[in-house]
């Protein structure tokens, strides 16, 4: 089992920064790729970012240039950041963390992130 914890989410004016973090500890081994979605009210849930284990990153139209995905590891515990940066209104919705192990892709519970134009 992998138990994912996400932080950083709050309310921003447009033009500003966050910083989210998410942490997947338990059975850390196996876990390949991390990422972020994220799913705004009536909308269907998107990718924003994902990391592979070896590093190769992947974004979102929306998120390139102002979005940068990164993961830390150690023997207790996978973290992945997402920083945020110049955002807008429309970044507004609830961020998810993903991270996959061996085909099963496990979810945070996501954590708002409120862009006040």
């Known amino acids: 089992q992998v138990q994912l914890v996400e932080s950083g989410g709050g309310l921003v004016q447009a033009g500003g920064s966050l910083r989210l973090s998410c942490a997947a500890s338990g059975t850390i081994l196996g876990i390949g790729d991390m990422g972020w979605y994220r799913q705004a009210p009536g909308k269907q849930r998107e990718l924003v970012a994902t990391?592979?284990?070896?590093?190769?990153?992947?974004?979102a139209d929306s998120a390139k240039g102002r979005f940068t995905i990164t993961m830390s590891r150690d023997n207790t515990k996978n973290t992945v950041y997402l920083q945020m940066n110049n955002l807008k209104p429309e970044d507004t919705a609830v961020y998810y963390c993903?991270?996959?192990?061996?085909?099963?892709?496990?979810w945070g519970r996501g954590t708002l992130v409120t862009v006040s134009s």
């Open positions: 990391i592979s284990g070896g590093g190769r990153t992947n974004y």
């Open positions: 993903k991270v996959a192990k061996w085909g099963v892709d496990y």
